[in-house]
């Protein structure tokens, strides 16, 4: 279970990366076009959506960087579980069971 959470963390860091990297790219981009319209400076309108790309790239990269631990923790215990694991010999047993025609459960006994 451990591992699959983590694997999952890995799945939304991937995402939260992606997220952070359109951010910075649409920053290039917003300098590049004022650098070919040959100003050295924005606008004020220009400067409040630099400055909240800014602010939205910074969460983001602090979102990344707490799932991208939440990620290394819980795949490293479950790992660490999975291989220190004892199978466990059960005399009773209840399992379920399902088919096409419905399901229940099925008590093992061993003897």
Partial sequence: MLTGLGLGFFGALAGVLELQAQHASAMRRMSAAARAEGRDTFTDGEWQE??????GGIQLRNAAIGVGVAGVLSLSAGVALLATRKKVSRRVALQPH???????AVLRIRF
């Fill in 50 to 55: 630099f400055n909240a790309l800014r602010d």
């Fill in 98 to 104: 399902g088919g096409p025609l419905g399901g229940g």
